[in-house]
């Protein structure tokens, strides 16, 4: 049981080690399980992406920013200052 959120946490937490500063994904605007998951782990929608998938299904772009490493540069965005949506952007939720 919750193996696909242990995976995510895993993949975050390695993509981390290795220095990156931020996840970018897409997710199927109809997929409310993965966007869930997501969601729940810190991603914010950024963009809604029309007819994203060959079958022409809308996606969501979502970002986790990660919390930049002590000692790091002040000034960079907090973890809590994650990416938004432009304003009037589609995020599905109603």
């Keep these: ?40 782990l810190g991603f914010v929608r950024q963009k809604r992406l029309h007819k994203y998938y060959l079958s022409g299904v809308d996606a969501f772009r979502l970002k986790l920013r990660f919390p930049m490493p002590v000692g790091e540069e002040q000034g960079q965005q907090d973890h809590q200052e994650q990416y938004q949506l432009s304003p009037g952007e589609d995020t599905g939720k109603d």
């Design 1 to 40: 049981k919750r193996i696909g959120s242990s995976l995510v946490k895993l993949s975050l937490d390695a993509m981390q080690r290795m220095g990156a500063h931020e996840c970018v994904l897409e997710a199927e605007v109809s997929n409310k399980a993965a966007l869930g998951l997501y969601e729940s």
